[in-house]
T-cell receptor
Framework: DAGITQSPRHKVTETGTPVTLRCHQT?????MYWYRQDPGHGLRLIHY???????DKGEVSDGYSVSRSKTEDFLLTLESATSSQTSVYFC??????????????FGSGTQLSVL | AQKVTQAQTEISVVEKEDVTLDCVYE???????LFWYKQPPSGELVFLIR??????QNEISGRYSWNFQKSTSSFNFTITASQVVDSAVYFC?????????????FGTGTRLKVLA
């Protein structure tokens, strides 16, 4: 299994509070991704990173920011959490080398509830 | 722009029936990868298969088979003689290799229920 750790695994917070989710990898993969999973919407890309300090927006980036100061860590921040951000958040990593090494490895997910 | 459509929201079958999950994709890139992932009730996302756009050979792995047709932009997944353990949500995904976007885009998933 790919070495991906998401923390926390579960979090309950109140509307308006800031929240940071952490993704840590031990694979030295260049590419890292944050997805959210919601019923009826599948997996939607929030933000992704293609290197240290190199990030870009995904499909549903409003209300989220990210940072990547080290290869191994990719942080997702909800500046002011809203109930619509209640979701399961998955971190994923990829080498994007093509061929047989081209795929996403996923973390175990973070269940976030915003009350 | 990349897009993946899984029109089947939920499918229920009786054990031992065959079932096909549909996936239709859109891309302007000539080089791309297609994937299927499984999410069992435990919640983890499990990689099943990858196909690149230059390889249209169908693939079989045990009870699983995949049919890739560029002419119809489809990458369908068939489970033969389904089992209760196949009950899960299945996601199809697309990654463009040369567009420079680095994204993996997923469909909305198909929930498969296999009844004993």
């Amino acid at each position: 299994d790919a070495g991906i750790t998401q923390s926390p695994r579960h979090k309950v917070t109140e509307t308006g509070t800031p929240v940071t989710l952490r993704c840590h990898q031990t694979e030295n993969h260049r590419y890292m991704y944050w997805y959210r999973q919601d019923p009826g919407h599948g997996l939607r890309l929030i933000h992704y990173s293609y290197g240290v300090k190199d990030t870009d927006k995904g499909e549903v980036s409003d209300g989220y920011s990210v940072s990547r100061s080290k290869t191994e860590d990719f942080l997702l921040t909800l500046e002011s959490a809203t109930s619509s951000q209640t979701s399961v958040y998955f971190c994923a990593i990829s080498e994007r080398q093509g061929g047989n090494r081209e795929k996403l490895f996923f973390g175990s997910g973070t269940q976030l509830s915003v009350l | 722009a990349q897009k993946v459509t899984q029109a089947q929201t939920e499918i229920s079958v009786v054990e031992k029936e065959d079932v096909t999950l549909d996936c239709v994709y859109e891309t302007r890139d000539t080089t791309y990868y297609l994937f299927w992932y499984k999410q069992p009730p435990s919640g983890e996302l499990v990689f099943l298969i990858r196909r690149n756009s230059f390889d249209e050979q169908n693939e079989i792995s045990g009870r699983y088979s995949w049919n890739f047709q560029k002419s119809t932009s489809s990458f369908n997944f068939t489970i033969t003689a389904s089992q209760v353990v196949d009950s899960a949500v299945y996601f199809c995904a697309l990654s463009e290799a040369t567009s420079g976007t680095y994204k993996y885009i997923f469909g909305t998933g198909t929930r498969l229920k296999v009844l004993a």
